[in-house]
């Protein structure tokens, strides 16, 4: 009955993922793995361990505004075992908290996020080196603006400078809304230290209204419409101690799409290969009103001390290389703790 209800679950995902049309842009982050829950429900609960704590910060356009575009996101997910699960087959059951705020400086306009998660794993074989996971997360956002920030044509007093009241007719500046995503994720253990990571998520299910002046049209920009997502990576081992990790995330937004695909380099120092230096370089083709084209090129480096994971990366924006004046770019810092370490078959990507 289990596992029927697993299957309707996923068709039912499947149907939903393949008949909506979808517009408008989101968030993204480039270490996407760093960031679990921001990347897909199902992923909540998939670690070695009991429980796991992250975050992560994104500092984008310092060297070109004088108050740069931040993102930071806090979550903490835990791995049980699911009741009624069999002696020899580990199901397990994953539950996170999520905590996410986006700001632009520019403006004073910050959007801030708070959500729950709950995922099921079921093991596939008798082996439990394959897992299929179902997640769903629900959450409340809002955004805020601060309109001290902000200076209108009748505001200017034709000598001071912007002293007058103005006329514009603004709203509040605040305001909530519920959102709802889905997600499905496929783990297999490869031989000894191989494995492959397959997974797929829908966002904003409810396209929720998010302009200040409520629901007056159904114009581009009045709601968070749906985005559609699909990541895709593996762990190929070279020889001892030595592996590649190439990666794929494909995000679909209205007119938007954005790609991120290269790939890491895994060190395993030590006798023991305890301890883990990473290396990679991706780059980001998006599509947008303006065509397709080559956004940036990422550059990332991490290192795993025991049950501590941190990463740096750097988005070195493509227009920068052709462009003196132009130094757009993203910098991107990420630390992860694993409470209770497991070193089982449970597979998890990183970065």
């Not at 439990?128 to 955004?143: A, D, K, M, T």
């Not at 990576?233 to 990666?247: E, K, L």
Request: glycine share 10%; hydrophobic share 40%; aromatic share 12%.
């Amino acid at each position: 009955m289990k596992k029927v209800i697993f299957y309707t679950f996923s068709t039912l995902f499947f149907l939903v993922f393949l008949t909506k049309n979808v517009s408008a842009q989101d968030k993204h982050l480039t270490q996407f793995y760093a960031a679990p829950l921001t990347l897909n429900p199902a992923l909540t609960g998939v670690f070695e361990g009991k429980y796991r704590v992250s975050a992560i910060y994104r500092d984008q356009w310092r060297r070109v505004l004088d108050h740069p575009i931040k993102t930071f996101a806090i979550g903490g997910d835990f791995r049980f075992k699911a009741p009624g699960s069999k002696k020899v087959k580990k199901d397990a059951i994953g539950l996170g908290l999520l905590l996410f705020n986006d700001k632009v400086s520019v403006v004073d306009f910050s959007t801030t996020q708070i959500a729950v998660s709950g995922a099921y794993h079921m093991a596939m074989d008798y082996d439990n080196r394959q897992f299929l996971s179902l997640g769903i997360q629900g959450g409340l956002g809002q955004r805020n603006i601060n309109y001290a920030s902000l200076n209108f044509h009748d505001e200017f007093d034709g000598i001071n400078g912007y002293t007058l009241a103005t006329l514009e007719n603004l709203p509040e500046n605040n305001f909530s809304y519920g959102d709802f995503n889905v997600g499905m994720n496929y783990t297999a253990k490869i031989g000894e230290n191989g494995g492959i990571y397959a997974g797929m998520a829908m966002h904003h299910i409810l396209e929720p209204h998010i302009s200040f002046y409520g629901d007056t049209s159904n114009n581009f920009g009045q709601k968070l419409y749906k985005k559609l997502s699909a990541q895709l990576s593996a762990t190929i081992p070279i020889r001892h101690g030595f592996s590649i990790s190439p990666r794929f995330l494909i995000a679909a937004q209205g007119p938007h799409l954005e790609m991120n695909t290269g790939a890491n380099l895994r060190f395993a120092m030590g006798e023991y290969g305890g301890n883990v230096l990473q290396f990679g370089s991706w780059v980001r083709p998006v599509r947008n009103e303006g065509g397709i084209g080559v956004d940036a090129v990422i550059l990332l480096a991490g290192i795993e001390v025991g049950q501590v994971i941190c990463g740096i990366s750097y988005d070195l924006n493509i227009r920068a290389l052709s462009t003196a004046r132009s130094r757009q770019g993203a910098f991107e810092i990420s630390l992860t703790y694993l409470g209770e370490y497991e070193n089982e078959e449970i597979l998890c990507p990183k970065f």
